[in-house]
């Protein structure tokens, strides 16, 4: 494929500051609103849990980032992602993940205090999930408000620099997790049928710091607010061609085509740009078929195809078995609710029945979380996991042994 490597453009700030933010780092570019300023700390109500995050530990989940004397940095300010050799790609980008806290009480809103020195032109972006019994939320901006009760956290803190500039030095993080904070309701699974392109670029580096294999199986979307940690299908999607005869379970490794702040799957009261364009538009669709935005890309570039998702070759060629860019239909597993199950080995074979002498109708990747409606007896299976009879069906009316499945969560499965 021949799309370029989206990134975040710089913004003008005032040389070298401390910042105490409740909120995200922002720039200023298409519909992404201003930068905030710095304000005070929010004292804590009765029932806020608060704590201090660890920035001292940086381990093979980390992406671009060190630990120095001063504080967390970039470990190396120039582009290092996938699409660094473009001269579209002037930002470098790094990530650190704290360790998931067990809250005391459930929360409904996480807020991030930064204490961080910034200079011109690079950013600090404090960003939180939440587990609920259906899995994480997607990644938002510290102080969003989740759509219900979360009893687990989770933050990161994302920096990025221009090109060969001067790097943000992060020297701590506060978080507060609030439990008084009002709740919007909550939104089923959803569906929307996008234009795919193939990734390629094996042996580039994914947006969590994984290397492209050949043949590999994940896929990109263009919002950060949807991506796995390295080895985890926390997020994952099921890609289906048009016509239903081929699907694929993927995780969501990589951010792109096009733009990096575009999830269009959720509603505009929460997506974070382009909220005039209708729930499931793609801006680069938008921007390729109607002009909008002068056609163009939150970077000012010119939309050469109305991608909203890539897909690896793996899950492009073997579980799709496409041949050249296509529509696709794409459920954004995480906005669902129900049992998971991961797959711990694979790619593992989709099947119409509870037995390997039935059809094959697409795959699931290693590390995918399927949704499991129920579960029959079938053929005994010996795998990774364990000898069962017991086949899982999926959401799709489709199966797969629980011999390969590694882990359940989110209720308990029923027999069909």
């Not at 494929?1 to 910042?19: E, G, K, W």
């Not at 919007?184 to 947006?207: C, F, K, M, N, Q």
């Not at 129920?374 to 996991?385: D, E, F, H, L, N």
Request: proline share 7%.
């Amino acid at each position: 494929m021949t799309r370029p490597r989206c990134r975040i453009p710089s913004v003008a700030l005032i040389a070298t500051l401390t910042l105490l933010l409740t909120a995200a780092l922002l720039p200023t570019t298409g519909n992404v609103p201003a930068a905030s300023a710095p304000i005070a700390l929010v004292a804590a109500a009765p029932g806020d849990e608060l704590w201090s995050a660890d920035l001292t530990i940086v381990d093979r989940d980390d992406v671009n980032v060190r630990r120095t004397a001063a504080g967390l940095r970039l470990r190396e300010a120039r582009p290092t992602w996938r699409g660094a050799r473009s001269p579209h790609s002037a930002v470098a980008e790094g990530m650190l993940l704290t360790t998931p806290r067990t809250l005391a009480r459930p929360a409904t809103r996480v807020r991030a205090e930064i204490d961080a020195a910034v200079p011109a032109g690079a950013t600090v972006e404090a960003q939180v999930r939440g587990w609920r019994t259906a899995g994480w939320t997607e990644w938002r901006a510290a102080g969003t408000v989740f759509d219900r009760p979360v009893t687990r956290v989770q933050a990161r803190v994302v920096l990025t620099a221009p090109d060969k500039g001067a790097t943000a030095t992060v020297r701590g993080m506060r978080l507060t997790a609030d439990a008084n904070a009002a709740v919007s309701a909550a939104t089923p699974g959803r569906t929307y049928r996008v234009y795919a392109t193939r990734i390629g670029l094996v042996g580039e580096v994914t947006a969590n710091g994984r290397t492209v294999q050949p043949r590999d199986h994940f896929a990109a979307l263009p919002s950060r607010r949807g991506l796995s940690p390295l080895n985890t299908g926390d997020y994952t999607v099921r890609v289906c061609t048009t016509n239903g005869a081929r699907c694929e379970y993927a995780p969501v490794w990589d951010v792109g085509p096009w733009n990096t702040r575009d999830d269009y799957w959720n509603p505009s009261s929460v997506r974070e740009n382009w909220k005039d364009l209708p729930q499931g538009r793609p801006e680069a669709q938008a921007a390729y078929q109607s002009g909008y935005n002068g056609g163009r890309d939150q970077f000012g570039r010119t939309v050469l195809n109305p991608a909203g998702i890539d897909l690896a070759d793996g899950t492009f060629w073997d579980g799709l078995r496409l041949t050249t860019n296509a529509w696709v239909d794409v459920a954004y597993l995480w906005t669902g609710g129900g049992p998971r199950g991961v797959v711990g080995d694979g790619p593992l074979n989709i099947r119409t029945g509870a037995s390997t002498s039935y059809a094959i109708r697409g795959l699931a990747a290693r590390l995918a979380h399927v949704p499991i409606q129920c579960y029959v007896t079938g053929q005994s299976v010996a795998g990774p996991y364990r000898t069962t009879t017991r086949w899982n069906r999926l959401a799709s009316g489709q199966y797969v042994s629980h011999a390969y499945i590694s882990s359940v969560y989110g209720g308990s499965v029923p027999v069909c």
